[in-house]
C-alpha cells in the first residue's frame, strides 16, 4: 500500500509518477528521502538496482526542497488524496493553478475555471473543502511524514523490511505456495507440502494415526508438524486467541462455544505454544466478557464450588473467602446506615 502523502510531495517537487511507483513508499519516509546524501545507493537499496534518471529526478528535488521550501501540504498534488483524479489536476495546473489555497480563492470568487472542471463544478468543489477538512485533522500525520526524522535509522528499516521478505521467500519456497496469508484458516485452504499431515493433526487425529496412514512412525510425525509450525509465521486468526489459551483453562468444546474461533485454531496454539502449568480460571473470562447470562454463570460457578466475591472476583467458597465477604458487606451496610442518618 502507497504512502499517499509522500507520493504527493515527491510528485509536487518534480519526481515522475513512474519512478514514483517503481518505489515501496511504506519503507522509507519523505524525510529520509529529502534528507539522503547517497541517493544513487538508496535507490539501489529500495528498488533492487540503479537508475540514473531516478537519483536525477530525486536529487533535483532535494534542491528545490532546500531552495524553496514549499508548503507541500498546500500543493494542488495533495487534491488526491481525496479522489481528485490526475487528469483534472493537470489541467488545473496547465491552467497557472499551483495551490489549494489559490484554487479555493477562485471558487469562493466564482472566477472561470477551465473545461474540465466546469464538468463537474460541484463535485470538484466538495473534493476541495473534503481536501481542507483533511488537512485540518491531520496536521500531526502531515507533520511527521513531512517534517519529523524518523526515531527508527532507514538503514535499520531497510534491512528489516530486507529480512522479512527473504524470510517470506524462504517460507514460500519451503511450503511450495506464492504467498503465505495472513489466517491459518486461508492458509489451511492451500495446496501445500505435507498438508495433509498438518490438517489431520489440527483436526484431531493423533500421531500414532497419521503415522500409520503415511506409513511413519509417531514421532517421525511428530517432528514434520513441528517444524511447519516452527517456520509458519503469526497468523492474525491464531495469535487473536494466544493470550485467552495461554491463560485460561480453556478446554476445545469451551472454546468453540465462547469464541468464533475452530478447532484447528485452537490445536494450533497447543501446538505451537507451551501452555503453563498453571492457569487461570475461565469463569473470570466468561465473567469478565460478559460471555454467559449472569444467571448461567451462578449455577455454573455453584457446581464448581465458587461465587463472586466483592470486588467482582470469581472465588472458591472456602472460610476465609465467605468471612472476608461478609465482613465486607456488614461494613457496607453500616456505612449506608451512617450516611442515612447524617
Known amino acids: 500500500m502507497k504512502n499517499p502523502i509522500m507520493c504527493c510531495a515527491l510528485a509536487t517537487l518534480g519526481v515522475s509518477q513512474g519512478k514514483i511507483d517503481k518505489l515501496d513508499t511504506t519503507a522509507c519516509h519523505f524525510y529520509d528521502l529529502i534528507n539522503e546524501q547517497h541517493v544513487a545507493l538508496l535507490w539501489e537499496q529500495l528498488i533492487g538496482r540503479k537508475s540514473a ?8 528535488a532535494q534542491a528545490n526542497w532546500r531552495q524553496n521550501h514549499p508548503d507541500l501540504a498546500d500543493s494542488l498534488r495533495f487534491l488526491a488524496i481525496v479522489g481528485a483524479s490526475d487528469k483534472l489536476i493537470r489541467s488545473l495546473q496547465r491552467n497557472g ?16 475555471m477551465p473545461t474540465d472542471w466546469r464538468k463537474n463544478p460541484m463535485e470538484n468543489t466538495a473534493l476541495v473543502q473534503a481536501y481542507l477538512d483533511w488537512k485540518v485533522t491531520n496536521q500531526a500525520v502531515l507533520k511527521q511524514e513531512l517534517e519529523t526524522k524518523p526515531e527508527v535509522d532507514l538503514s535499520a528499516r531497510l534491512a528489516q523490511a530486507t ?21 491459518l484458516m486461508a492458509f489451511l485452504r492451500l495446496d501445500f507440502k505435507k498438508k495433509d499431515i ?56 469451551q472454546f468453540l462455544d465462547y469464541t468464533q474461533g475452530t478447532e ?11 501452555r503453563p502449568k498453571t492457569l487461570a480460571s475461565l469463569d473470570q473470562y466468561l465473567l469478565a466478557l460478559n460471555k454467559v447470562a449472569p444467571d448461567a454463570l451462578g449455577v455454573r460457578l ?29 461494613c457496607l451496610e453500616s456505612f449506608q446506615e451512617y450516611s442515612q442518618e447524617g
Open 53 to 60: 534518471q531516478a537519483v536525477s529526478q530525486i536529487e533535483a
Open 97 to 112: 493553478v499551483r495551490t489549494v489555497s489559490q484554487l479555493d480563492d477562485m471558487i469562493r470568487q466564482q472566477m472561470k
Open 163 to 183: 529480512n522479512q521478505q527473504q524470510t517470506a521467500a524462504k517460507l514460500q519456497k519451503w511450503f511450495g505456495v506464492d504467498e503465505i496469508p495472513k489466517t
Open 198 to 253: 498438518l490438517v489431520s493433526r489440527l483436526s484431531g487425529k493423533t500421531l500414532q494415526e497419521i503415522g500409520d496412514e503415511h506409513g511413519l512412525t509417531r514421532e517421525r510425525v511428530r517432528q514434520i508438524i513441528a517444524k511447519m509450525v516452527q517456520q509458519l509465521p503469526l497468523f492474525d486468526d491464531v495469535e487473536k486467541y494466544h493470550k485467552l489459551v495461554l491463560t485460561y483453562d480453556i478446554r476445545l468444546d
Open 264 to 274: 484447528e485454531i485452537f490445536t494450533y496454539l497447543n501446538l505451537k505454544y507451551k
Open 302 to 330: 455453584n457446581r464448581h464450588g465458587k461465587f463472586i466475591n466483592h470486588a467482582n472476583q470469581v472465588v472458591p467458597f472456602s472460610a476465609a473467602n465467605v468471612i472476608d465477604e461478609i465482613l465486607f458487606r456488614t
